[in-house]
């Protein structure tokens, strides 16, 4: 199984500030048909994962453009600028090139 | 809007069968397909399999082999899924998500994957 290991584990930020979080693949996730399918996921407490980006770097619609999503292969980040409050949640990369679909073990995103 | 409707939370006993639905609402339910997700508390999201939609090929992880089941009914456009001896392992929250499928030219459709997702079934084994 494709094993997909994110970092940091725990992100404090302040208000208005940038973050980071990074995950990385044991083997590519470029598919047969060349696309990437690298998704990222924001889930708020007691809610449902919600999809911010897919194919590494397309924003879902209503996605603020705080968010954005690159990398390739096996390497990718989330970048989330002038963080605000209502980012606080987990944050998860999941690959879907192969089956099994795997998950990052999270990233929970907190207020300093 | 899309909308994955999922039935009622669950309490089973050890070894009982639990089966879990999700009515599919706002978009052509045969193009696309269903899978099947869960999480313990505390952890992060686990796949479990996917179901094609317009033909049932289902793909299953390895661990729920022989144990779980995923159908679906077009007239209806509800999914179905169905888990077998469960054990307090299996206790989690279960969603129903959108998924990708493969179109009459067996070429894979995944922009829309992962988009949509039930609002999740708790399911709870404890003796």
């Known amino acids: 199984d494709l094993v997909m290991t994110q970092s940091p584990l725990s992100l404090p930020v302040t208000l208005g500030q940038s973050a980071s979080i990074s995950c990385r693949s044991s083997?590519?996730?470029?598919?047969?048909?060349?696309?990437?399918?690298l998704n990222w996921f924001q889930q708020r407490p007691g809610q449902s994962p919600r999809r911010l980006i897919y194919q590494v770097s397309n924003r879902d619609s209503g996605v603020p453009d705080r968010f954005s999503g690159g990398g390739s292969v096996t390497d990718f980040t989330l970048r989330i600028s002038r963080v605000e409050a209502e980012d606080v949640g987990v944050y998860f990369c999941m690959q879907g090139t192969r089956w099994p679909n795997t998950f990052g073990q999270g990233t929970k995103l907190e207020i300093k | 809007q899309v909308q994955l409707v999922q039935s009622g939370d669950e309490v089973k006993k050890p070894g009982a069968s639990v089966s879990v639905s999700c009515k599919a609402s706002g978009y052509t339910f045969t193009s696309h397909g269903i899978a099947w997700v869960r999480q313990a508390r505390g952890q992060g999201p686990e796949w479990m399999g996917w179901?094609?939609?317009?033909?049932?090929?289902?793909e299953y992880g390895k661990k729920f082999q022989g144990r779980v089941s995923m159908t679906t009914d077009t007239s209806t456009a509800t999914a179905y899924m169905e888990l077998r001896s469960l054990t307090s392992d299996d206790t989690a929250v279960y969603y129903c998500?959108?998924?990708?499928?493969?179109?009459?030219?067996?070429?894979?459709?995944?922009?829309?994957?992962?988009?949509?997702w039930g609002q999740g079934t708790v399911v709870t084994v404890s003796s």
């Open positions: 998500v959108r998924d990708g499928y493969y179109d009459s030219r067996k070429k894979w459709r995944g922009s829309d994957a992962f988009d949509s």
């Open positions: 179901i094609s939609v317009n033909n049932g090929r289902t």
């Open positions: 083997h590519s996730l470029v598919y047969d048909d060349g696309i990437t399918y």
